[in-house]
T-cell receptor, first 115, second 111 residues
Framework: DTAVSQTPKYLVTQMGNDKSIKCEQN?????MYWYKQDSKKFLKIMFS???????INETVPNRFSPKSPDKAHLNLHINSLELGDSAVYFC??????????????FGQGTRLTVV | LAKTTQPISMDSYEGQEVNITCSHN???????ITWYQQFPSQGPRFIIQ???TKVTNEVASLFIPADRKSSTLSLPRVSLSDTAVYYC????????????FGRGTSLIVHP
């Protein structure tokens, strides 16, 4: 069983469309994250949820909206996609989102290409 | 915010020891230091974590000086499969935890 799974793995879509990326973790973790990795490989956190509550919301456009139906899922919905949204999006989870830097488990990533 | 600085790239040869240093001058008292490894087309993978002095596991060693303003990841006897990007991670000192990655060091191991 994959610990952190994302779907889809690849996503090609046109500008202006709305798309969602799903993430599920079966580790029983209470914190989940979304990261964006651009073409220069810079890995930047976008959101973090702890027990279904948003605890980190970095400076991302309002077009990005995370949804956490339960603590095992954190989906990412993107409205009105733009060319600059093209990147690899990673979901991750960890046991705690507190100060201790515990191990985070990452999904395989979703490569989003906006054309 | 705790910020990290790493070399952008490093080259090595099979069988050598590789040391990658990360600077984190603003590390907070309660922050731990964590290193991740990322292969192409995969998510980052935890390698090692430490708070001070030295930590060793089956994959690597982590050396942290007393002032904790830097850390060094040591990979013994690297192989071609160790070619990857290595990220240094420290906790945010701003009150809520933000897992902030450094720019990463691209390690290329040559035959």
């Amino acid at each position: 069983d994959t610990a952190v799974s994302q779907t889809p793995k690849y996503l090609v879509t046109q500008m202006g469309n709305d798309k969602s990326i799903k993430c599920e973790q079966n580790l029983g973790h209470d914190t989940m994250y979304w990261y964006k990795q651009d073409s220069k490989k810079f890995l930047k956190i976008m959101f973090s949820y702890n027990n279904k509550e948003l605890i980190i919301n970095e400076t991302v456009p309002n077009r990005f909206s995370p949804k956490s139906p339960d603590k095992a899922h954190l989906n990412l919905h993107i409205n009105s996609l733009e060319l600059g949204d093209s990147a690899v999006y990673f979901c991750a989870s960890s046991e705690t989102g507190g100060r201790r830097n515990t191990e985070a488990f990452f999904g395989q990533g979703t490569r989003l290409t906006v054309v | 915010l705790a910020k990290t600085t790493q070399p952008i790239s490093m080259d090595s040869y099979e069988g050598q020891e590789v040391n990658i240093t990360c600077s984190h001058n603003n590390i907070a008292t309660n922050d731990y230091i964590t290193w991740y490894q990322q292969f192409p087309s995969q998510g980052p993978r935890f390698i090692i974590q430490g708070y001070k002095t030295k930590v060793t596991n089956e994959v690597a060693s982590l050396f942290i000086p007393a002032d904790r303003k830097s850390s060094t990841l040591s990979l013994p006897r690297v192989s071609l499969s160790d070619t990857a990007v290595y990220y240094c991670l420290v906790g945010d000192s701003g009150g809520s935890y933000i897992p902030t990655f450094g720019r990463g060091t691209s390690l290329i191991v040559h035959p």
